[in-house]
C-alpha cells in the first residue's frame, strides 16, 4: 500500500489565484480529512469526510472547497488564494472517523506571495 | 474535546526513558487520551491511546492516573530518531457531534534526544 498520497510536495502561488491539492489513500479507508499546520502551531482541521458524497467543515473552512466523488480521493481547492493560507497542509485518512488511528500524508507546503 | 497541557519541550538522554507528561483536568468519562507525534516535516505518527487503564504497545506505554486527570507517554529505550514533537489529545468517543473525528493538536512537547 502506498497509504496516503499527497501532491504537489510544494507550491507557489500568487494572491487570487487558485489551486487543487490532491489527496489519495488505498486502503479503503472512509474517513477523510484536511489540516493545516502554521510555523509553530498545532495541526486545524479544515474540512472532513466520513464517506463518498460526504464531507463537513472543520474549524477552519473559509476559503477552501472540498469534494469526495470516490473513496479514494479528497482533493482540497483554494478558490482565492490569499497569504494567510501560506502553510503547510496534511490529508489523513482512517477507517472511520472513531478508528484509533489516522494515517497522513507527507504535506504539501504552500506559500501565496 | 477537553484542553490539554504540554510542557513545551523536554531533553533525554539516548538509551534512557523519555517520560512525558500531559495534563487534561476537564477530561469526561467518555473521552481517551491519544498520543501522535511529527518528526520535522512530515505528517504526525499514531503512538497509542487509552482511556483509563495503563496501555503498552511496541512504541511506548501509556500510563493514566486513576482520576483520568493526567497522563504519562513512556519511550522506554529513547533513540535519536525519536526526537520529535509530541501532542497529547484528548477526543470523544461519541458519533456525531461538530468536526467528528477530529483531532484536536495543541503545540505538543518538543522532545530532543541527545547521544
Known amino acids: 500500500n502506498a497509504g496516503v498520497t499527497q501532491t504537489p510536495k510544494f507550491q507557489v502561488l500568487k494572491t487570487g489565484q487558485s489551486m487543487t491539492l490532491q489527496c489519495a489513500q488505498d486502503?479503503?479507508?472512509?474517513?477523510m480529512s484536511w489540516y493545516r499546520q502554521d510555523p509553530g502551531m498545532g495541526l486545524r482541521l479544515i474540512h472532513y469526510?466520513?464517506?463518498?458524497?460526504?464531507?463537513d467543515q472543520g474549524e477552519v473552512p473559509n476559503g477552501y472547497n472540498v469534494s469526495r466523488s470516490t473513496t479514494e480521493d479528497f482533493p482540497l481547492r483554494l478558490l482565492s488564494a490569499a497569504p494567510s493560507q501560506t502553510s503547510v497542509y496534511f490529508c489523513?485518512?482512517?477507517?472511520?472517523?472513531?478508528?484509533?488511528?489516522?494515517?497522513f500524508g507527507p504535506g504539501t507546503r504552500l506559500t501565496v506571495t | 474535546d477537553a484542553k490539554t497541557t504540554q510542557p513545551p519541550s523536554m531533553d533525554c538522554a539516548e538509551g534512557r526513558a523519555a517520560n512525558l507528561p500531559c495534563n487534561h483536568s476537564t477530561i469526561s468519562g467518555n473521552e481517551y487520551v491519544y498520543w501522535y507525534r511529527q518528526i520535522h516535516s512530515q505528517g504526525p505518527q499514531y503512538i497509542i491511546h487509552?482511556?483509563?487503564n495503563n496501555e503498552t504497545n511496541e512504541m511506548a506505554s501509556l500510563i493514566i492516573t486513576e482520576d483520568r486527570k493526567s497522563s504519562t507517554l513512556i519511550l522506554p529505550h529513547a533513540t535519536l530518531r525519536d526526537t520529535a514533537v509530541y501532542y497529547c489529545?484528548?477526543?470523544?468517543?461519541?458519533?456525531?457531534?461538530?468536526?467528528?473525528?477530529?483531532?484536536?493538536f495543541g503545540q505538543g512537547t518538543i522532545l530532543t534526544v541527545h547521544p
Open positions: 486502503m479503503n479507508h472512509e474517513y
Open positions: 487509552g482511556l483509563k
Open positions: 489523513a485518512s482512517s477507517y472511520d472517523a472513531l478508528s484509533r488511528e489516522q494515517y
Open positions: 469526510s466520513v464517506g463518498a458524497g460526504i464531507t
Open positions: 489529545i484528548v477526543r470523544s468517543s461519541n458519533a456525531g457531534g461538530t468536526s467528528y473525528g477530529k483531532l484536536t
